[in-house]
């Protein structure tokens, strides 16, 4: 019988990316203190901004997307041995700088994964909508993304290359993360506190491609200029009503809520702060991992959350340990943004354990739901 750790792409998926993203991120501080052992990882800035946008990111992405693109247009995506060996590629990458393996085979294998996730969602997202087909062009872009950052990698291009490609990856996810925000977070709210459907009003909603476009576009062609801090302000604010439209008081009672509103509120400071940062008004990177820490990193973690309960057929009720680990993620966030500049390495410490911590605990909490049946026997 085959097992159930591939019978959806969330389980593998949520399972090593929330060990990488905990592990890699305790490798990237042993590096920074000068005590890591990794000869082989000759620009550790270079490899720890790609490993957790493209590494801890992209396996959460793809655990989701394998997932929910099954709801969205009632169409099959890999599972069972195609879903394992995607799954496999993923790893391989994300090893062979650990490894020493050749750079050259790191970035082959980091290629042939995103080339597997957007072959692996074709057949289900051509027919579908637009809003749904969309991905498919995020996931070519981060391919883009992640082939002009290994340029750094491999020397075979200028630092501004890799830093160019870094910075467009957080970009794209920045649009997926909210994209995916509006669609999951005023349901999960109405669905778990029974309240009526939030609207969606056109003169918030038509603007944003114009917005993530504009977005996308001035951080590419004029990164750190007047245009692309105006580009990441303007975005933020045009989100600001939706803070209003989607809030509730019973919200503050459910965790599996709160961290997602919380979430989302980080990913709009960290554009402002973004924005900020481009006009050299304050430290840029305050925007960055604002954007990394609390945002892709809350939100990453409350979905994972829900999914993993959601779609093992199990109650909405995480555990304490899980609720332990928002509030880990949420302290590794201020501390990162608000307190590395004035602390120095002592607060990378604490961000990055904390960090890691968190996503370690949820893999001690759901490893054993991941990996098992379903308790009602339905599939998935």
Same mark, same amino acid.
């Given at each position: 019988?085959?097992?159930?750790?591939?019978? #959806?792409?969330?389980?593998?998926?949520? @399972?090593?990316?929330? *060990?990488?993203?905990?592990?890699?991120?305790?490798?990237?501080?042993?590096?920074?203190?000068?005590?890591?052992?990794?000869?082989?990882?000759?620009?550790?800035?270079?490899?720890?901004?790609?490993?957790?946008?493209?590494?801890?990111?992209?396996?959460?992405?793809?655990?989701?997307?394998?997932?929910?693109?099954?709801?969205?247009?009632?169409?099959?995506?890999?599972?069972?041995?195609?879903?394992?060996?995607?799954?496999?590629?993923? *790893?391989?990458?994300?090893?062979?700088?650990?490894?020493?393996?050749?750079?050259?085979?790191?970035?082959?294998?980091?290629?042939?994964?995103?080339?597997?996730? =957007?072959?692996? #969602?074709?057949?289900?997202?051509?027919?579908?909508?637009?809003?749904?087909?969309?991905?498919?062009?995020?996931?070519?872009?981060?391919?883009?993304?992640?082939?002009?950052?290994?340029?750094?990698?491999?020397?075979?291009?200028?630092? =501004?290359?890799?830093?160019?490609? !870094?910075?467009?990856?957080?970009?794209?996810?920045?649009?997926?993360?909210? &994209?995916?925000?509006?669609? @999951?977070?005023?349901?999960? @709210?109405?669905?778990? *506190?029974?309240?009526?459907?939030?609207?969606?009003? !056109?003169?918030?909603?038509?603007?944003?491609?114009?917005?993530?476009?504009?977005?996308?576009?001035?951080?590419?062609?004029?990164?750190?200029?007047?245009?692309?801090?105006?580009?990441?302000?303007?975005?933020?604010?045009?989100?600001?009503?939706?803070?209003?439209?989607?809030?509730?008081?019973?919200?503050?009672?459910?965790?599996?809520?709160?961290?997602?509103?919380? !979430?989302?509120?980080? &990913? #709009?400071?960290?554009?402002?702060?973004?924005?900020?940062?481009?006009?050299?008004?304050?430290?840029?990177?305050?925007?960055?991992?604002?954007?990394?820490?609390?945002? &892709?990193?809350?939100?990453?973690?409350?979905?994972?959350?829900?999914?993993? &309960?959601?779609?093992?057929?199990?109650?909405?009720?995480?555990?304490? =340990?899980?609720?332990?680990?928002? !509030?880990?993620?949420?302290?590794?966030?201020?501390?990162?943004?608000?307190?590395?500049?004035?602390?120095?390495?002592?607060?990378?410490?604490?961000?990055?354990?904390? =960090?890691?911590?968190?996503?370690?605990?949820?893999?001690?909490?759901?490893?054993?739901?991941? @990996?098992?049946?379903?308790?009602?026997?339905?599939?998935?």
């Amino acid at each position: 019988m085959r097992t159930a750790v591939f019978n #959806l792409g969330f389980r593998p998926f949520f @399972i090593l990316g929330s *060990l990488a993203g905990s592990g890699l991120m305790l490798v990237w501080v042993l590096l920074l203190s000068g005590q890591g052992g990794w000869t082989s990882i000759q620009n550790p800035l270079a490899w720890h901004r790609h490993e957790m946008i493209f590494g801890y990111a992209g396996a959460i992405l793809a655990g989701f997307l394998l997932t929910a693109v099954r709801r969205w247009t009632g169409k099959k995506t890999p599972d069972g041995w195609p879903l394992a060996l995607l799954a496999l590629v993923w *790893l391989g990458a994300r090893l062979m700088p650990l490894a020493g393996g050749p750079l050259m085979l790191y970035a082959l294998l980091d290629l042939i994964f995103w080339a597997g996730l =957007w072959v692996s #969602l074709w057949p289900a997202l051509k027919d579908s909508e637009l809003s749904n087909r969309v991905f498919l062009l995020l996931i070519a872009g981060l391919f883009l993304a992640a082939l002009a950052s290994h340029g750094e990698h491999l020397g075979h291009a200028s630092f =501004w290359l890799g830093h160019l490609g !870094a910075h467009l990856g957080l970009d794209l996810f920045v649009v997926i993360l909210l &994209l995916v925000a509006g669609r @999951i977070l005023p349901f999960f @709210i109405q669905l778990g *506190l029974q309240v009526p459907a939030f609207p969606r009003p !056109a003169w918030l909603e038509k603007p944003l491609p114009f917005l993530f476009a504009a977005l996308l576009l001035a951080d590419l062609l004029a990164p750190f200029s007047i245009w692309s801090a105006a580009a990441n302000i303007l975005l933020a604010v045009w989100m600001l009503p939706r803070l209003w439209i989607w809030h509730h008081p019973g919200i503050w009672k459910t965790p599996l809520l709160w961290s997602l509103y919380l !979430a989302f509120i980080w &990913l #709009l400071l960290g554009l402002v702060l973004r924005g900020l940062g481009m006009l050299e008004l304050i430290n840029p990177y305050m925007g960055i991992h604002a954007l990394g820490v609390g945002g &892709l990193g809350l939100m990453t973690l409350s979905m994972m959350s829900r999914i993993s &309960l959601g779609h093992t057929g199990r109650p909405l009720k995480p555990s304490p =340990w899980i609720v332990l680990a928002f !509030a880990l993620m949420l302290v590794a966030a201020l501390v990162r943004v608000f307190a590395t500049s004035s602390l120095g390495l002592p607060a990378y410490h604490l961000a990055a354990t904390c =960090w890691s911590l968190a996503l370690l605990i949820f893999v001690l909490v759901y490893t054993r739901i991941l @990996i098992s049946p379903r308790p009602d026997g339905q599939p998935g």
